[in-house]
């Protein structure tokens, strides 16, 4: 552009016109990794399932120290997380009856093992 000339409104028009084009280019490329991201989550999403192992009758779901016993969950729980470990059903009655784990309330694995509270 010559310095030597004022603006015009035309150049003016143009040049907002420039902005607004790269502001656009901007936001596309935000959207367009805002939309990857949600793929690769949903992805993970759609594996999880198949990567968790096979889940016995019943689990003991622990706590975050790894010691503490949360609830006892009829297999297949979806309430269990991933700190959730198969047992049998003496282990699962025992841990309800003895040691005072109490039952998923979603599940209630009390129930279906004939014990009621």
Wanted: hydrophobic share 40%; with cysteine.
């Amino acid at each position: 552009m010559n310095d030597d000339r004022p603006l015009t409104r035309l150049d003016m028009l143009r040049f907002a016109r420039r902005v607004v084009e790269h502001q656009a280019a901007r936001q596309l490329a935000l959207m367009d990794r805002w939309i990857a991201d949600e793929e690769r989550r949903e992805a993970g999403r759609r594996r999880r399932p198949a990567i968790r192992r096979p889940a016995g009758d019943w689990a003991v779901e622990r706590g975050l120290n790894g010691r503490s016993t949360m609830y006892v969950h009829a297999g297949g729980c979806t309430a269990a997380g991933g700190r959730a470990k198969a047992v049998d059903r003496d282990q699962a009655v025992r841990a309800l009856t003895e040691e005072g784990v109490p039952a998923c309330p979603l599940c209630r694995p009390d129930t279906a093992l004939g014990i009621l509270e």
